[in-house]
Structures are given as structure tokens and as C-alpha cells.
């Protein structure tokens, strides 16, 4: 019986042994399978993106300082003078190589989809690829969104315009702020190029991909931006100048949850205008027929244009969905990538961009726009500031109107008087006492052609070292009409009063426009 139990404890303990032997085994070939996973996340991408340094006031500041003082006690005209600061690149540059890639065929041209593309093999999805020359190496910024838990190695198949087969640059992965609790994250995945740019590319996970699931144009191409060796900020600030003057956008993030209301789209979009601004762009992500009625007629007015954002989350139920089918677990419809997309989308366009959702309005204090504003703004010697940022304070956002805001027929037959009930920013004029404190819920005017990457109130990583400036109250800040618990809306606001008649006949005349649009333009209602 003794024999027994130990032939039965001796072999026991060898099928151990054995079964560890093999887990390590097929570990080390995993590792070996794909050496590079883990590199293409680099610390250096890390350690690159540091959050928004805000200058405030008169005290004395340094580049890696965060001051928080009163806003209130701002004197701009005492504001320090910057010197300029030395031109670097937030990112280092990718490997480069090439690869015999005699199978894939090289696509004649190219046009934007404006549609989410799966990666082969790999849950991925990608939007647009933008070049980025601003530093001294050229490098491919695709935005896109992957699941955080498993990211693998991807592959940019870039084609150029004399060449006859792609050349392959393994991408790495550049994570974007703020991804919350979700499975998924928007990121950049960042391609270096050198030599001649490509205008398409592909994202594969093989480093040759004959048939790959995606195509993308490059974008941005035709600006030649490439600063020189040790070059000042000013230098690229003169190479990066948009042809148009003091160019104003504003970029919303995607329309969700079929949006309806149409009132809060025109009287945003006309009240921007009353500003100075010269675009606005709409991201499209689930609406009703009418409300894609009333974003065409907008673009054929000239003062929006709308992108296409159908990706398939849980504020969309529609749209692009993963490689297996379900929908994406992403923060608020891929936001991030979002406000990425429209800051690349309109670098070299837009001398200023604002981000703003559709309750939200920066409204100057101490001028009539925002062109005298930032104006008064460049006078006052500190135009080398990347951002203007503008302290929150909320405003009742009671909506008095006396028909339904979905509804153009019967909006159309109000009057001036209750047309004027229906908007918001004229309305009502009660907010709050006191501003979010810093650095809460800050709304930002940028230069885009300084920014690396936004996150949603603040700047998570500027290009040249550059700063925000927090704007003192009495210059400007952000009108927002949203019921916040902590908020008493005692002080009485007028600022917007001059521009009440100027809302309510633009308003009119865009819902009088519309009904011939609504009768000619047939959408069905995204469900």
C-alpha cells in the first residue's frame, strides 16, 4: 500500500513538472510570435503628452507652472511678455522600412469616405489619416479607435504617387484623453514618412496586405509646412499661416440620440455668426430626416459643413460597429477622436477653433465679436499663446417656446415675440454667481496649427512648448445652459441683449428658407 501511494505521489509530481514546462514553452512563443506588441506603445509617447500649462495674471510663471488665482483680478495689458519658445516635435519619429509588396495593387485616386473602417485581424476601426509636417520628421496622424485590452501591431501600406508598390512603416499607438471606463479608447496610430508623401494608405495587420479592408486619403497634403533645423516658433507660425485671414471655426461633437431639436441648432449656428465666425462643423452621428433637412439647407447656406461620424455606440444604435458585429464600447460616440478629427481636419484652414457643444457660447465681454476680441487679444503682445481659455458659468436653460422644437411647419408660424421664448442664449439671462473654479469645465479658442492634441476643456499637448491663457472674466467667458444642482442663477446677465432682434430675424429667416428645403429634401429617420 505504501509502494502505492508513493508511485502515485511520483508521478503526480512529474505531470507538474511537465505541465509547467509546457505553459513556459508557449509562453516564450507568443512572445516570440509577435516581438513587438508592447513596443509600440514607447514611453517616450507618454512622456510627450503633458497636460496644458495655464498662465493666469500678473504673478510670475514659469514654462512647467500651474498658477490658480482669481480670474477676476486679471489685468491683460499687465500680462508677461513670452519669448519665443524653441521649436521641437512632441513625438519621435517611427522606423522606416520598405517592403516587397508585389500583390497589392495601387489604388488610381483617392476620395475622403467619411466612414469607419475595419483593420483586418485586428479591432481596430479608422476614420482619416492627416499629414502633419510641423516638426522635422513628416508623420501620418490616422485616427481611429481600438479595444485597450487587446492592441496588437498594425502596419501603415502607404502609397506614394511614382511609386509602383506601397512602402510598409510599421504604426504605433498614441492613446487620446479622457477614455473613461470603456473597453474602447480613441487613438492616434502614428506612421513616420520620409521622402515622398503618400496621398492613400491602409491600415493591415500583415506588413503586406494585397486586399486590405480599409483605404483612407491622406489629407493636409498640399500644405508645405516642414519647419527648418533649431527653427523659432514664429518661423512656423509664417510657414503655417492659413492663405485666409483670421479664420474663425467651430467644431461641435457628433449629433446623438436622433437629435431633433432643430431651434438649438439654428440659433447656435446664427449667433456664431452674429459673432464672426465663419464656419461651424457638425459632426453627424444619429439625427431625425428633419434635422438632416436642416444641417443640408445649412451647408448649402455656406456657414456649416457637415461630417459624417456614423460609428455604432450606445448614444448612436447606428452606424459602424466592430469587426464582430456588436457596437463599440466607446466614451460619448468617440468624442475625443471627434475633436482630434476637426482640429486636424482644419489646421491649415483656421487661424482659431473653438470647441463647443450646442448649449454652449463663448460670448466676448469687452467686444462685439470674436474677431476684435482676439484682435485686442494679439495687441496686447501675447499672440504667441497657443489657446484662450474661457471660465464656465451656467445659465438657466429654460425653453419657453410655444411649439414644438422638432417641428419647422409650426415654428415657421411664430411670431417674433414667441420665437424670441424659443432661444436660449437672448431669453434667458440669469446664470450663476461664480464660475466653475479652474481648471473645470474651461471652453477653448485654440490655434490649431499649435496644438498636438485637445482633450475636451483642456489642452492635453501643445506643439513648441506654447501656454493656455485663462481669460479674465471681464474680456469674455462661456455662456452654458445647463441645469447644474450647485449653480444659483441670481445674477442677472445682458450681455447677449444687443443681439436679440439680429437672433430672432435669423432665426426666422433660416425656418422660412427651410420649409422649401424640407419639401424637396427626403431622408428616412435613422433608427
Same mark, same amino acid.
Given at each position: 500500500?505504501?509502494?502505492?501511494?508513493?508511485?502515485?505521489?511520483?508521478?503526480?509530481?512529474?505531470? *507538474?513538472?511537465?505541465?509547467?514546462?509546457?505553459?513556459?514553452?508557449?509562453?516564450?512563443?507568443?512572445?516570440?510570435?509577435?516581438?513587438?506588441?508592447?513596443?509600440?506603445?514607447? !514611453?517616450?509617447?507618454?512622456?510627450?503628452?503633458?497636460?496644458?500649462?495655464?498662465?493666469?495674471?500678473?504673478?510670475?510663471?514659469?514654462?512647467?507652472?500651474?498658477?490658480?488665482?482669481?480670474?477676476?483680478?486679471?489685468?491683460?495689458?499687465?500680462?508677461?511678455?513670452?519669448?519665443?519658445?524653441?521649436?521641437?516635435?512632441?513625438?519621435?519619429?517611427?522606423?522606416?522600412?520598405?517592403?516587397?509588396?508585389?500583390?497589392?495593387?495601387?489604388?488610381?485616386?483617392?476620395?475622403?469616405?467619411?466612414?469607419?473602417?475595419?483593420?483586418?485581424?485586428?479591432?481596430?476601426?479608422?476614420?482619416?489619416?492627416?499629414?502633419?509636417?510641423?516638426?522635422?520628421?513628416?508623420?501620418?496622424?490616422?485616427?481611429?479607435?481600438?479595444?485597450?485590452?487587446?492592441?496588437?501591431?498594425?502596419?501603415?501600406?502607404?502609397?506614394? %504617387?511614382?511609386?509602383?508598390? %506601397?512602402?510598409?512603416?510599421?504604426?504605433?499607438?498614441?492613446?487620446?484623453?479622457?477614455?473613461?471606463?470603456?473597453?474602447?479608447?480613441?487613438?492616434?496610430?502614428?506612421?513616420?514618412?520620409?521622402?515622398?508623401?503618400?496621398?492613400?494608405?491602409?491600415?493591415?495587420?500583415?506588413?503586406?496586405?494585397?486586399?486590405?479592408?480599409?483605404?483612407?486619403?491622406?489629407?493636409?497634403?498640399?500644405?508645405?509646412?516642414?519647419?527648418?533645423?533649431?527653427?523659432?516658433?514664429?518661423?512656423?507660425?509664417?510657414?503655417?499661416?492659413?492663405?485666409?485671414? !483670421?479664420?474663425?471655426?467651430?467644431?461641435?461633437?457628433?449629433?446623438?440620440?436622433?437629435?431633433?431639436?432643430?431651434?438649438?441648432?439654428?440659433?447656435?449656428?446664427?449667433?456664431?455668426?452674429?459673432?464672426?465666425?465663419?464656419?461651424?462643423?457638425?459632426?453627424?452621428?444619429?439625427?431625425?430626416?428633419?434635422?438632416? *433637412?436642416?444641417?443640408?439647407?445649412?451647408?448649402?447656406?455656406?456657414?456649416?459643413?457637415?461630417?459624417?461620424?456614423?460609428?455604432?455606440?450606445?448614444?448612436?444604435?447606428?452606424?459602424?460597429?466592430?469587426?464582430?458585429?456588436?457596437?463599440?464600447?466607446?466614451?460619448?460616440?468617440? @468624442?475625443?477622436?471627434?475633436?482630434?478629427?476637426?482640429?486636424?481636419?482644419?489646421?491649415?484652414?483656421?487661424?482659431?477653433?473653438?470647441?463647443?457643444?450646442?448649449?454652449?457660447?463663448?460670448?466676448?465681454?469687452?467686444?462685439?465679436?470674436?474677431?476684435?476680441?482676439?484682435?485686442?487679444?494679439?495687441?496686447?503682445?501675447?499672440?504667441?499663446?497657443?489657446?484662450?481659455?474661457?471660465?464656465?458659468?451656467?445659465?438657466?436653460?429654460?425653453?419657453?417656446?410655444? *411649439?414644438?422644437?422638432?417641428?419647422?411647419?409650426?415654428?415657421?408660424?411664430?411670431?417674433?415675440?414667441?420665437?424670441?421664448?424659443?432661444?436660449?442664449?437672448?431669453?434667458?439671462?440669469?446664470?450663476?454667481?461664480? %464660475?466653475?473654479?479652474?481648471?473645470?469645465?474651461?471652453?477653448?479658442?485654440?490655434?490649431?496649427?499649435?496644438?498636438?492634441?485637445?482633450?475636451?476643456?483642456?489642452?492635453?499637448?501643445?506643439?513648441?512648448?506654447? @501656454?493656455?491663457?485663462?481669460?479674465?472674466?471681464?474680456?469674455?467667458?462661456?455662456?452654458?445652459?445647463?441645469?447644474?444642482?450647485?449653480?444659483?442663477?441670481?445674477?442677472?446677465?445682458?450681455?447677449?441683449? %444687443?443681439?436679440?432682434?439680429?437672433?430672432?430675424?435669423?432665426?426666422?429667416?433660416?425656418?422660412?428658407?427651410?420649409?422649401?428645403?424640407?419639401?424637396?429634401?427626403?431622408?428616412?429617420?435613422?433608427?
Amino acid at each position: 500500500m505504501n509502494n502505492c501511494l508513493r508511485r502515485y505521489l511520483f508521478v503526480t509530481f512529474l505531470t *507538474a513538472i511537465f505541465a509547467a514546462c509546457y505553459v513556459i514553452r508557449w509562453q516564450i512563443a507568443a512572445i516570440a510570435e509577435e516581438p513587438s506588441t508592447k513596443i509600440n506603445i514607447k !514611453k517616450t509617447d507618454a512622456l510627450a503628452m503633458t497636460t496644458s500649462h495655464d498662465v493666469s495674471t500678473h504673478l510670475t510663471h514659469t514654462k512647467n507652472s500651474r498658477i490658480k488665482t482669481d480670474p477676476s483680478s486679471y489685468n491683460v495689458s499687465q500680462l508677461p511678455k513670452k519669448e519665443n519658445p524653441t521649436f521641437t516635435h512632441a513625438e519621435k519619429s517611427t522606423t522606416t522600412r520598405t517592403h516587397s509588396c508585389t500583390l497589392a495593387v495601387k489604388p488610381s485616386t483617392t476620395k475622403e469616405s467619411q466612414t469607419w473602417q475595419h483593420v483586418q485581424e485586428r479591432d481596430v476601426l479608422v476614420f482619416s489619416a492627416y499629414l502633419d509636417q510641423r516638426g522635422e520628421n513628416k508623420i501620418i496622424r490616422i485616427i481611429s479607435v481600438a479595444n485597450r485590452s487587446s492592441l496588437r501591431p498594425v502596419h501603415c501600406q502607404m502609397w506614394t %504617387p511614382l511609386s509602383e508598390r %506601397p512602402i510598409i512603416i510599421e504604426g504605433r499607438y498614441l492613446m487620446m484623453p479622457e477614455p473613461h471606463a470603456n473597453n474602447y479608447s480613441a487613438y492616434f496610430i502614428m506612421c513616420n514618412v520620409s521622402g515622398a508623401s503618400p496621398y492613400a494608405l491602409s491600415v493591415s495587420a500583415k506588413p503586406c496586405d494585397p486586399e486590405p479592408f480599409n483605404l483612407l486619403q491622406v489629407l493636409n497634403l498640399e500644405h508645405k509646412t516642414q519647419a527648418p533645423n533649431n527653427g523659432t516658433a514664429n518661423d512656423m507660425a509664417g510657414q503655417v499661416k492659413s492663405v485666409h485671414d !483670421k479664420r474663425i471655426a467651430v467644431c461641435v461633437p457628433a449629433l446623438i440620440k436622433k437629435h431633433k431639436d432643430l431651434i438649438s441648432l439654428l440659433e447656435f449656428v446664427e449667433l456664431h455668426r452674429l459673432l464672426g465666425v465663419d464656419k461651424v462643423f457638425l459632426y453627424n452621428s444619429s439625427t431625425t430626416s428633419a434635422t438632416q *433637412a436642416v444641417l443640408h439647407h445649412l451647408q448649402q447656406d455656406g456657414i456649416v459643413e457637415v461630417v459624417q461620424w456614423q460609428i455604432n455606440t450606445k448614444e448612436t444604435r447606428k452606424g459602424v460597429g466592430t469587426l464582430a458585429g456588436i457596437r463599440v464600447d466607446v466614451h460619448y460616440a468617440a @468624442q475625443l477622436a471627434c475633436i482630434q478629427d476637426c482640429l486636424y481636419r482644419n489646421m491649415y484652414s483656421y487661424d482659431y477653433i473653438a470647441f463647443n457643444d450646442l448649449d454652449e457660447f463663448i460670448v466676448p465681454h469687452k467686444h462685439n465679436t470674436w474677431k476684435e476680441m482676439l484682435t485686442y487679444l494679439e495687441k496686447e503682445h501675447i499672440d504667441s499663446y497657443g489657446a484662450y481659455g474661457f471660465l464656465n458659468f451656467f445659465f438657466e436653460p429654460k425653453r419657453l417656446c410655444s *411649439a414644438p422644437v422638432d417641428n419647422a411647419s409650426a415654428l415657421q408660424k411664430l411670431n417674433d415675440t414667441n420665437i424670441e421664448r424659443c432661444l436660449l442664449p437672448t431669453h434667458n439671462r440669469l446664470r450663476s454667481d461664480k %464660475p466653475m473654479p479652474v481648471p473645470r469645465r474651461i471652453k477653448n479658442i485654440v490655434k490649431p496649427s499649435k496644438i498636438n492634441i485637445m482633450g475636451i476643456h483642456h489642452i492635453e499637448n501643445f506643439l513648441f512648448g506654447y @501656454q493656455r491663457l485663462v481669460m479674465p472674466i471681464e474680456v469674455g467667458f462661456m455662456h452654458h445652459f445647463k441645469l447644474f444642482a450647485k449653480s444659483n442663477y441670481t445674477v442677472k446677465d445682458d450681455t447677449l441683449l %444687443p443681439f436679440q432682434s439680429s437672433l430672432v430675424k435669423a432665426v426666422k429667416n433660416q425656418l422660412q428658407n427651410l420649409l422649401k428645403t424640407l419639401t424637396t429634401f427626403v431622408i428616412n429617420d435613422l433608427t
